[in-house]
DNA sequence: TTGTAAGCGTTATCAT
DNA sequence: ATGATAACGCTTACAA
């Protein structure tokens, strides 16, 4: 039925009896144009219902104002917030945003690379999540600017948005430690992942404040994903109550959560029998009985800013990245009601 | 650093000692051509890693290769699944998925018609969630392929993807009341949306099948997110014990959450004193205390059937919607330990 | 101030 | 089997 044709800068031009470049001063108010004739061309986009094409203008101008946003795992909802984050900014700047959720396809950097090339995308906001090898990424950074959230690659200095994840993990620590447990195992992420190896720094550092060694506290190394904190947590504490850590701290809110799920199954109280930390402050996190005290990361601003930066990479007269350091934003702690003091304190 | 003009068709042919037009002949097989320069042209695309210009296909071909996915919050896991549903789909057709979520952006529908006016989109996958006009979605529907997720316009017939709502409303009120519960508050979703309508209609079908009125069950009007369901669980729970309802079914986990939150908050125990339902079956649902007993529906599922729902209209020869009604999934229900029989039943 | 025309990188139609 | 060449719809010198 709808089969007119779309208009387009001729039929404007036509209509308004004027050029197509006069049609196209006024849209891009790029050139000195009568009034009169500009309130032609206008009456005549709006009563065609005319709106440039996007791909002649994209061919012309030679960049897609498209950027892509590579999630692992969009149910993650730290993600999800992430992801609003970058779509928010991005929108604000006239930039579409294409989500690529790479789940069981192996072809991603690659792929990616290619809609780089091909100037469908002009960048690329890069989530690494549970783990993706640096090197895949640095070979996706070839073929345009990419920005990476939430992870670092030491050594390259790709542009990144990050938090003060070793801040955070020591302050939570910290807490931990103030409530007198003193026998703490530590869950951790991932040791290939810059913030996994953050947070620990961080939970270290916080029991050297103490005087202890940190070589003391174990340390379990999970994946960030939910079954990980299960299994592990079941590693930590199916022991004979006496050498029973009080304490289970978690590098994300996920494991802490598969954690929370084992002590359910095993008939432990929590926090009574043991008390459980997370990382990340997910929206769920509040949901759960006993809520979880756990460290918040500002993930929508984390994406506003990822994309921001990029948009800025992008305008900058066509170029590279600015070695400046990565972008840093802070954490904060949120305590809730899952530390308790450990059982026999006073 | 990296300064180098990227390659175009001419480069390759240059490199390949062939014209244009083979070279694209040799990229589409659209046109013959013999084996050794084939060869000549694929080692040439190798070496300069060359990938052709989509924006200049695209101008071409008239079409962007891309829709458009408007999801209200993504944080919100349903709409999460979907979209990577859509995702995967599309990315199979070799499409891309432009994320559109509105947040706190009003000018959406006018901005995603201009969107696909001027073919950045070739059409638009759209979640109504929590509520949109039905003018605004029609009036978007005038500039472009529209498939509807999860919602339907009655009277209009846009295509849908739709659950089978009314089947699992009334399979899991039908439950609750297998349990014995008689004094059932609903607390439904926005009167104007659909899939609302459908499932309080299912959960009278399931009380009349009893022989009772269905009038007599209250009904509690909420907006599907998780206050309204807090509030309104106050409003139907905070009445002297005789005649409170022994069951709360919800129209949508979120609501149900916030529910279940009240009733912890007012130290009513889940589901000795009253007993919650939800709809969605979101994967926070089964972390949750008790875990509640809700309806699967397949979002994953209903995602990737309408990005094929709207590919296979767009590859119609250039076509509009084809005029059949709605596909319709189908819901189950997940019975879990938040529906206990009444207090005091044998 | 306005219009003409030359690209942008492809694809597709035509001769060769 | 191959290669000119004319679109596609827009921007932008350059002319008028």
């Known amino acids: 039925m709808n089969n007119r044709r779309r208009p387009t800068m001729k039929d404007v031009a036509k ?24 309130e032609r061309v206008l009456d005549a986009v709006r009563v065609l219902e005319y709106s440039p094409n996007e791909s002649a203008r994209s061919l012309k101008r030679r960049s897609a104002s498209a950027i892509g946003l590579v999630v692992p795992d969009l149910t993650n909802q730290f993600f999800a917030l992430i992801a609003e984050g970058v779509q928010g900014a991005a929108i604000e700047r006239g930039v579409l945003v294409v989500l690529c959720a790479p789940e069981a396809t192996p072809l991603t950097e690659a792929h990616h690379a290619k809609l780089l090339r091909s100037q469908r995308l002009d960048g690329v906001i890069y989530l690494t999540g549970t783990g993706t090898l ?16 939430d992870e670092q690659i030491p050594g390259f200095d790709l542009p990144a948005v990050v938090c003060d994840s070793r801040r955070g993990a020591r302050a939570v620590a910290r807490h931990v430690l103030e409530q007198g447990h003193r026998r703490i195992t530590v869950i951790g992420g991932p040791v290939a992942m810059w913030t996994a190896e953050q947070r620990l720094a961080g939970y270290r550092e916080a029991v050297a404040a103490t005087g202890a060694d940190p070589d003391s506290m174990p340390v379990l190394v999970g994946d960030y994903r939910q079954d990980s904190g299960f299994a592990l947590a079941r590693r930590a504490l199916d022991v004979p109550a006496a050498h029973r850590p009080t304490a289970l701290v978690c590098a994300n809110d996920l494991m802490a959560i598969g954690a929370l799920e084992y002590c359910k199954s095993a008939g432990l109280r929590v926090p009574e029998d043991v008390s459980i930390v997370g990382f990340d402050d997910l929206p769920v996190s509040a949901l759960l009985t006993p809520r979880l005290t756990t460290v918040r990361q500002p993930a929508r601003e984390m994406g506003a800013e ?25 954490t904060s702690v949120e305590i809730r009601e899952s530390v308790a003091p450990p059982a026999g304190s006073p």
Not at 306 to 330: F, R
């Open 306 to 330: 990822a994309a921001n930066c990029l948009l800025d990479i992008l305008a900058k007269d066509d170029g590279n990245p600015l070695p400046s350091g990565p972008a840093v934003l802070s």
């Open 134 to 149: 640096p090197t895949a990424v640095l070979e996706l950074a070839r073929s345009g600017p990419v920005v990476l959230v």
């Open 15 to 38: 209509h308004a009896r004027v050029s197509v470049s006069t049609v196209s001063y006024v849209l891009n108010d790029s050139g000195p144009v009568a009034p009169e004739r500009r």
